[in-house]
């Protein structure tokens, strides 16, 4: 039987303008909502990233975040 879909989490959070955008597409190209796309993403995290790349993404996002700050 399959686990009924629930959102029982709400949380305030903050996107980059390019990041809103990049989910916004995705959740469309998928057939859902915002919120339906992240709980997908992050329950199948390592699924749907690249164990090798995530590392280097993540130290250029962190590089370049106080510069997009500003």
Do not use: I, Q, W
Not at 34 to 59: K, P, Q, Y
């Amino acid at each position: 039987m399959p686990k009924r879909f629930r959102l029982t989490r709400r949380f305030p959070c903050a996107m980059t303008e390019d990041g809103y955008r990049r989910l916004k597409r995705f959740a469309a190209d998928a057939g859902l909502d915002e919120g339906e796309a992240l709980s997908f993403l992050f329950e199948n995290f390592d699924s749907v990233t690249d164990a090798e790349n995530l590392g280097a993404r993540l130290r250029l996002f962190n590089s370049e975040l106080d510069a997009r700050k500003r």
